[in-house]
């Protein structure tokens, strides 16, 4: 009885800790939103500059995970341990302003966030609407990318993102509202099912959808990625061969001058093999060679946290996340028959 009241007391504990991190963290973020008109530009930028210096020296953790992955994959491109470090700190910092950019844009006007983020390849989305089918838009965790749904908004296209809700709904329902002021419609990606039925809806009422594709470590697809084997999730091109949605690459990146541009390529054309698994498996390892290439044009705007393990193999805890995720993908591909 006596360790059963203990357990229930640190149970409440964590519960309580929990809870208040995601607190502290929704009041930071809607201070900052508030308070950003009210302080010049300028200083955001120290401010961010500081606060990554101070987030790069004290999770050293994060840090040396990120300068381990751009070693094992870059080593011949970038030989000298420093080069690799330079790149590592960029990668953090740049994140750090992409935080910044995401809170800056909550205030602009349509007008202003069509002039900070050029958009090149429109014609491409206007060709791929004209099919009335939707468009799957394909990008990863590189440069700005939570600007991708703010510039397309302001641009008048329908927008839905796919995305990794917290644990904490309230905190959730936050970023839900933020996004819905700029005219981006969520979809949780979980429950699984609920997801794809989100996602079908959208695609039938011809809007875009955009789908961070980047995490290569509980999928079910075994891909080629900077040259290692990593699982990578079906559902994207599932989507693509089912519902015959254009898949368009999207990408927000910082360039030299420090501008942003949004970059929309050519229509990624599906692969039809014999049967369906065959071509999920071959169109999942062409999605993927696009998002290597953007990463490899802007290795210091990705966040190097999506490589799989370094030897190949995966914990008892991995294999079964991984089985109940491939079975959640199943049991989701069900709902597109």
Not at 182 to 206: C, F, Q
Not at 246 to 275: H, K, Q, W
């Amino acid at each position: 009885m006596a360790k059963r009241k203990k357990a229930g007391r640190k149970s409440r504990i964590w519960r309580a800790l929990h809870t208040s991190r995601y607190r502290i963290g929704e009041y930071a973020l809607r201070g900052s939103v508030g308070f950003l008109p009210y302080v010049p530009y300028r200083l955001w930028l120290s401010f961010t500059w500081l606060m990554a210096r101070v987030t790069f020296v004290l999770l050293r953790d994060y840090r040396k995970r990120m300068e381990e992955n751009v070693t094992l994959v870059l080593a011949k491109e970038i030989p000298h341990a420093k080069d690799r470090a330079a790149l590592v700190w960029r990668a953090w910092l740049n994140f750090a302003r992409g935080i910044l950019d995401t809170l800056a844009v909550m205030h602009m006007s349509k007008q202003r966030i069509a002039l900070t983020v050029t958009l090149e390849g429109e014609e491409h989305i206007k060709r791929a609407l004209e099919k009335g089918k939707g468009v799957l838009a394909l990008s990863a965790h590189l440069g700005s990318f939570t600007l991708i749904g703010a510039r397309l908004a302001a641009a008048g296209y329908p927008f839905s993102v796919v995305v990794k809700q917290p644990p904490d709904e309230r905190f959730a329902r936050v970023g839900d509202d933020y996004r819905a002021q700029i005219g981006v419609h969520t979809i949780s990606a979980k429950p699984r099912r609920e997801a794809v039925r989100g996602m079908l809806k959208a695609l039938r009422a011809n809007r875009i959808v955009l789908v961070i594709a980047d995490e290569f470590k509980s999928g079910d697809v075994m891909v080629d990625f900077f040259g290692l084997k990593a699982p990578a999730p079906r559902g994207p091109a599932t989507l693509a061969l089912r519902t015959g949605a254009v898949t368009l690459p999207m990408f927000a990146t910082r360039r030299a001058d420090d501008s942003l541009v949004l970059s929309v390529g050519e229509a990624i054309a599906p692969v039809e093999r014999e049967n369906l698994e065959e071509s999920v498996l071959a169109t999942t390892s062409v999605y993927t060679c696009h998002l290597e290439a953007a990463i490899r044009r802007f290795p210091d705007q990705w966040n190097w946290f999506g490589l799989p393990r370094r030897d190949g193999k995966f914990s008892r805890a991995q294999m079964a996340r991984m089985w109940r995720e491939s079975k959640q993908s199943r049991t989701a591909q069900s709902t597109l028959d």
